[in-house]
């Protein structure tokens, strides 16, 4: 588990982006249960079904959660954990959290290593032949205005309809950009006369990033290596231990385990066991650990953007 200094800040921002980002989950409520018990994410379920905030189907996902036998060590778990464990204690956040990392990653995380290294070169090929094409175009036309305290103190509804009455049936983007320096009005006719720097932009997304689905507390690093059958499971486990890592809590093993088996629907002739998800989890904690010894600052805080090495020392592919 982590204990850096720099993890703990990290630590800190995570927790708090992930307060603000769940609070539309706790909707007012009257519970007679606290909010780290399953008793309060079955009475919030039966609560919030029926007023349109969730689909029916992500609610029988976190109902099955709740209320199947095998998950019983888990909540009895979870109800164990220290108040400083704030939101990895929270029986919805947690559940939302499981019901989340069910889903792989965004293409091209959902791809072999061998295909998502094909996909980044065609992407690369393609974004820089055409940044050149777009030279000196109405696309490539980066400028824009910035405002002063007289414009910052005019009514929004002025500064959307400034352009005038020459509005054609489609509008048009009405954009601002906040930097250290100003406040800018970004021009008529953004985003297409920044094109050429939005496709800078993805060119970047394919050389380093791993948030390639858009969600900052998600990364392929687990599933680098992995074979496509076992992909789904240990994205699952690793995954999920590295959550409930951000706030200083160690998931047992048989408990992640039995975790994986039941949010996945995994059948009986394939279960996970203890062993299985301990070795899952280590060995990508033993590559996240190589990566960081050579590659200081590539290979974050949180497991994201490994580099390519050999792991062939470490055990067989899962």
């Not at 992407?123 to 405002?147: Q, S, Y």
């Not at 601002?176 to 060119?203: E, K, N, Q």
Request: hydrophobic share 40%.
């Amino acid at each position: 588990m982590p204990n850096a200094a720099d993890d703990q800040v990290l630590a800190g921002q995570i927790a708090q982006m992930e307060d603000m980002s769940a609070t539309h989950l706790h909707t007012p409520m009257s519970s007679r249960f606290p909010q780290h018990s399953v008793q309060h994410l079955i009475e919030w379920i039966a609560w919030v079904r029926g007023r349109g905030s969730f689909s029916d189907a992500r609610l029988d996902i976190l109902a099955m959660l709740a209320t199947d036998l095998r998950m019983r060590d888990f909540w009895d778990w979870l109800a164990t954990l220290p108040a400083s464990a704030r939101l990895g204690r929270d029986a919805l956040t947690v559940s939302q959290t499981i019901r989340r990392l069910t889903h792989l990653p965004g293409k091209p995380s959902n791809m072999t290593p061998a295909q998502r290294t094909i996909f980044f070169e065609k992407v690369n090929k393609h974004v820089l032949a055409l940044i050149e094409l777009l030279r000196e175009t109405k696309f490539d036309c980066f400028n824009m205005h910035e405002l002063s305290e007289d414009d910052l103190r005019r009514r929004l509804k002025d500064e959307l309809y400034s352009w005038g009455d020459d509005e054609d049936d489609d509008g048009h983007v009405v954009a601002f950009t906040v930097a250290p320096d100003g406040i800018f009005r970004m021009p008529y006719d953004y985003p297409l006369s920044h094109l050429t720097d939005t496709l800078w932009s993805v060119y970047e997304w394919t050389s380093w990033d791993d948030q390639w689905d858009g969600n900052i507390f998600t990364s392929s690093a687990s599933i680098v290596q992995s074979d496509a059958k076992s992909t789904p499971i240990v994205y699952f486990t690793c995954s999920l231990y590295e959550w409930f890592s951000r706030y200083r809590v160690e998931i047992p093993f048989p408990i992640l385990a039995t975790a994986a088996n039941v949010a996945l629907a995994i059948g009986p002739d394939d279960q996970v066991d203890e062993e299985t998800v301990r070795k899952q989890v280590r060995r990508y904690q033993s590559r996240r650990a190589k990566c960081r010894a050579n590659h200081p600052m590539a290979f974050d805080d949180d497991g994201q953007n490994p580099p390519k090495f050999d792991d062939s020392v470490l055990s067989d592919p899962f």
